[in-house]
């Protein structure tokens, strides 16, 4: 019998706007039936959480297409945990951490290529407070970039000059987290503008974070911006409005476990790019080769 697949477009993906979702499912099932499975069932709905419970319901597919951004992709996620369907991802959002992670191509023509002649793999999922991560959380100035980011998604230009402003009172104003970490090794009290934890060491260029070395290194990796300046504050701002993160200094990388107790107890977050708000202590921990996915065949 050919392997099973279902497909699941959200309608409301930022990286849609100039798509019709009901024609990427037409695509989605020609690039599975090329690749020789069967695409069982598809959803383009805006109710995300009914939509993937219904496509994620026993006996459960070999393959989950999901075209969303991260947000979306978190959900899918959590229903596949410890279970043996790959999930397959279409990059559709702002920042698409995993997908740029396991190499899958922006483009969405390019992506679907790669879905026949790739492989599975199994990759691992961290937690803070019990909530799933699948690349990064965010402290400090990084989870305000995300807001403002917000802001200009929601209210398109005519959101700029405020959200401009916005910029400019967060930069003056920014005070520094206070933050004591401990896990495997390190205990260590520090103040920062801008904290991440990764889940797995990330590739650097310079002092900018870029991407993932490994997904299945069963660690936590800590970076902070402990010495910042007001320039250093602004270049962090910047660069996590367009999805990266600058100026950081590595903390640890080969963390099993960690705890961050941070002052103010509540601080604001992002978890893979959707903002929360967390309240100490912080706990991190890490489930290894937790998720199988879908790598795409190489161009």
């Avoid at 520090?190 to 290194?217: D, H, K, W």
Wanted: with cysteine.
């Amino acid at each position: 019998m050919p392997l099973t697949a279902r497909a699941y477009v959200n309608p409301r993906a930022g990286g849609l706007h100039q798509r019709d979702p009901h024609a990427l499912v037409a695509a989605i099932a020609a690039a599975v039936d090329a690749a020789g499975w069967r695409l069982e069932a598809s959803r383009v709905d805006a109710a995300v959480g009914a939509a993937l419970d219904a496509l994620t319901a026993a006996p459960a597919p070999d393959l989950l297409v999901v075209a969303a951004g991260d947000g979306t992709v978190r959900s899918a996620a959590r229903r596949l945990l410890g279970g043996d369907t790959a999930l397959a991802l279409l990059p559709a959002g702002t920042f698409n951490l995993l997908a740029r992670d396991l190499d899958v191509p922006s483009d969405l023509d390019a992506a679907l290529a790669g879905l026949a002649g790739g492989a599975d793999d199994r990759i691992d999922v961290a937690e803070v407070n019990g909530e799933l991560f699948l690349s990064a959380v965010a402290l400090g100035l990084g989870a305000e970039a995300c807001a403002l980011r917000e802001n200009v998604r929601e209210g398109g230009a005519a959101a700029w000059p405020e959200t401009v402003f916005d910029a400019a009172r967060r930069f003056a104003g920014a005070a520094p987290l206070q933050l004591r970490a401990r896990g495997g090794g390190l205990a260590l009290g520090f103040r920062s503008q801008a904290v991440f934890v990764a889940n797995g060491p990330f590739y650097r260029r310079g002092l900018a974070l870029m991407r993932r070395e490994s997904l299945a290194g069963g660690r936590l990796a800590l970076y902070a911006q402990r010495h910042p300046g007001r320039w250093a504050a602004l270049a962090t701002l910047v660069r996590a409005r367009v999805g990266g993160f600058a100026r950081t200094e590595v903390i640890d990388e080969d963390l099993p476990a960690l705890r961050l107790d941070t002052r103010p107890e509540e601080v604001l977050a992002t978890i893979d790019g959707e903002m929360r708000t967390l309240r100490s202590p912080l706990r991190f921990t890490v489930r290894p080769r937790a998720l199988r996915v879908r790598r795409p065949a190489p161009p």
